[in-house]
């Protein structure tokens, strides 16, 4: 006898994050002729970078607004620098995260400090989006997490989305900044299929705030970017053994919702804090010191934190999936925080 059909369960449509930042650039061109972008291979007909997210976006908005550039970071840095100094709100693609070392003294010495050094005169409204993360073999060159060097940059906010509504929403809410941002954005999760809805144009998430992407009482993680999504899976999983996560996804770095943080840690007493860039001198330490200082005493366990190997990131394909917690890491770590 053949086994009972099975009654599918309606589901939220399934939404990637490359779709949604591809629409929060299409509505963004729509509403403000002030907007433009820059980077390489970003007009048609090439069309879109290697992600293809701005494809088509030159053929309806015209390629004085959707700029292709050289090869030169530092030229898409000081460009739209100019450009946010004339008026214009640009969005500058540097292509991988690596490559914002080119332009550093660009980024951070100019874009930062403008608004300071002219004494509060002007503003540098720009957009740095860039691109990281392990998954794809691209070695030591190509795939780090470098957050904490620009979260110690004063003038620069940074926000990092583990799902298609909040990069919607952060890229929203960045372009409307007065100031520059970076968005970084997870190449291994630009593709998958999450059961998220495409935002409306009026979606906007507030820079500094936090969400509690899943509510828990024995242990609080604090995350962002892909190491969220495994905090969720290993939420999961954890779930079946009877042990309750909540998972604080960050979304902005820098500078990072310590209220939300803190208000969880006190309720869980027990963190964890991850993340995919190396664990020493990483945001998780600033995490750990904030939260031992305001809650002495009130912690169940020391804060634990785990993080990226002290090492380039390896291009062989086993040593590149060890470099960085997964979600049974997270797990793993997770449990030894209720030992």
């Known amino acids: 006898m053949s086994a009972p059909a099975t009654v599918p369960v309606a589901k939220k449509p399934t939404v990637t994050i490359l779709a949604a930042l591809a629409k929060a650039y299409q509505d963004i061109f729509a509403e403000d002729p002030k907007a433009i972008t820059l980077g390489e291979d970003l007009a048609d007909p090439e069309?879109?970078?290697?992600?293809?997210?701005?494809?088509?976006?030159?053929?309806?908005?015209?390629?004085?607004?959707?700029?292709?550039?050289?090869?030169?970071?530092?030229?898409?840095?000081?460009?739209?620098?100019?450009?946010?100094?004339?008026?214009y709100r640009p969005i500058a693609e540097i292509m991988l995260m690596n490559f914002t070392t080119v332009a550093m003294d660009m980024i951070v010495n100019h874009a930062a400090k403008l608004r300071f050094m002219s004494g509060g005169q002007t503003s540098v409204p720009i957009v740095i989006r860039t691109m990281t993360g392990l998954g794809f073999g691209s070695g030591g060159q190509h795939c780090d997490y470098l957050e904490a060097w620009f979260a110690?940059?004063?003038?620069?906010?940074?926000?990092?989305?583990?799902?298609?509504?909040d990069a919607y929403g952060l890229l929203r809410a960045a372009y409307e900044d007065p100031d520059p941002v970076i968005l970084i954005e997870n190449l291994p999760t630009y593709f998958a299929p999450m059961s998220f809805e495409l935002p409306d144009a009026g979606h906007r998430v507030p820079l500094g705030k936090a969400a509690i992407q899943r509510e828990g009482t024995d242990v609080t993680v604090v995350t962002y970017a892909r190491m969220a999504v495994n905090a969720?899976?290993?939420?999961?999983?954890?779930?079946?053994?009877?042990?309750?996560?909540?998972?604080?996804?960050?979304?902005?770095?820098?500078?990072?919702?310590?209220?939300?943080?803190?208000?969880?840690?006190?309720?869980?007493?027990?963190?964890?804090?991850?993340?995919?860039?190396?664990?020493?001198?990483?945001?998780?330490?600033?995490?750990?010191?904030?939260?031992?200082?305001?809650?002495?005493?009130?912690?169940?366990?020391?804060?634990?934190?785990?993080?990226?190997?002290?090492?380039?990131?390896?291009?062989?394909?086993?040593?590149?999936?060890?470099?960085?917690?997964?979600?049974?890491?997270?797990?793993?770590?997770?449990?030894?925080?209720?030992?």
Not at 50 to 61: A, E, N, R, V, Y
């Open 47 to 87: 069309g879109g970078g290697i992600t293809k997210m701005t494809k088509g976006l030159s053929t309806k908005f015209g390629d004085e607004r959707v700029r292709s550039t050289p090869i030169s970071e530092q030229a898409i840095m000081g460009a739209a620098i100019g450009a946010s100094l004339a008026g």
């Open 152 to 165: 110690h940059t004063p003038g620069i906010k940074v926000c990092a989305a583990s799902t298609p509504e």
């Open 232 to 339: 969720r899976a290993a939420a999961d999983v954890l779930a079946g053994e009877g042990i309750s996560v909540e998972v604080v996804d960050l979304r902005t770095i820098a500078p990072w919702d310590r209220e939300t943080v803190l208000a969880s840690a006190r309720k869980t007493g027990r963190v964890l804090v991850a993340h995919e860039a190396v664990k020493q001198h990483g945001v998780g330490a600033e995490i750990a010191a904030v939260i031992n200082e305001e809650l002495f005493g009130q912690l169940k366990k020391p804060v634990k934190r785990v993080g990226g190997a002290f090492s380039a990131v390896p291009y062989s394909k086993p040593l590149e999936n060890a470099y960085a917690p997964d979600a049974d890491v997270l797990a793993s770590a997770i449990r030894d925080l209720l030992r």
